[in-house]
């Protein structure tokens, strides 16, 4: 009977004793999670973020980078009267507090135009060609008239002197020049400059004799003969 009591006190102790084991390691994990999350989430080491707007993009990213932050351009616009290079808007706003190693998004001035493609316009009037020019972004628009069968339609675009091809692409905002039939063809203008003179004209107009001399217009009525 001892030996038996011995054995079950000897169980039970045992048993006693894992779960108190159990218990420590479960603590202790707990307390070393718990650790290592305050040191990967960095608690209580916030940065303000500065205000960017206006900087150039190199001169923030050294600003950041003192900071502990990184820098990406994630878009940029063309203004012809801006200071290109300059930023326009930040994420996260200024005054945000945010972790170091954090990027810093931002929004730029491009130093050149973007690539705009021209639709074909040819045999459109010039109103609904400068309209559809200026809704994509084209204001520096020139018209040439050339004489033309039909008034008022587009002929051609062209861009520095060249032809532009249906959605070819030049820089937003370039200067054109429209092209357009002025509503009268060549021979018409030939026709404007030829001369009509008058036999009055022509009886009147000086006669050379036959040694070179110029002779004056006779007065005799020639209705006599």
């Known amino acids: 009977m001892c030996a038996k009591s011995k054995n079950k ?27 290592l999350l305050n040191v990967y989430t960095r608690h ?32 940029s616009i063309f ?21 170091e190693g954090r990027d ?14 021209v639709p074909g316009l040819i045999d459109f009037s010039s109103r609904q060609a400068i ?4 809704s994509i972004g084209f204001n520096q628009i020139t018209i040439e008239e050339v004489p033309a069968q039909y ?3 587009v002929m051609s675009v062209e861009y520095r002197g060249k032809k532009l091809m249906p959605d070819e692409q030049i820089p937003a905002g370039s ?6 039939g002025s509503g009268m063809t060549n021979d018409s203008l030939d026709m404007n400059r030829e ?12 006669q050379s004799d036959p040694n070179g001399e110029a002779t004056q217009p006779s007065n005799i009525d020639e209705s006599f003969f």
Do not use: C
């Open 9 to 35: 006190n000897f169980i039970g102790n045992n048993i006693l004793l894992n779960i108190v084991a159990i218990g420590v390691v479960a603590i202790l994990l707990v307390v070393l999670t718990l650790l």
């Open 44 to 75: 209580g080491q916030n940065v303000i973020v500065p205000q960017l707007q206006g900087l150039q993009a190199e001169e923030a990213e050294a600003m950041l980078k003192s900071k502990g932050l990184d820098i990406q351009i994630v878009d």
């Open 79 to 99: 203004q012809r009267d801006a200071v290109p290079g300059s930023i326009i808007d930040q994420t996260p706003k200024p005054n945000n507090k945010v972790k």
């Open 104 to 117: 810093i998004y931002i929004t730029i001035y491009a130093r050149n135009p973007q690539p705009v493609s």
């Open 131 to 134: 309209a559809l020019l200026n």
């Open 151 to 153: 008034h008022g339609l």
């Open 175 to 180: 200067p054109l020049k429209l092209v357009v």
């Open 195 to 206: 001369f009509v003179v008058s036999p009055a004209e022509v009886r009147t107009t000086p």
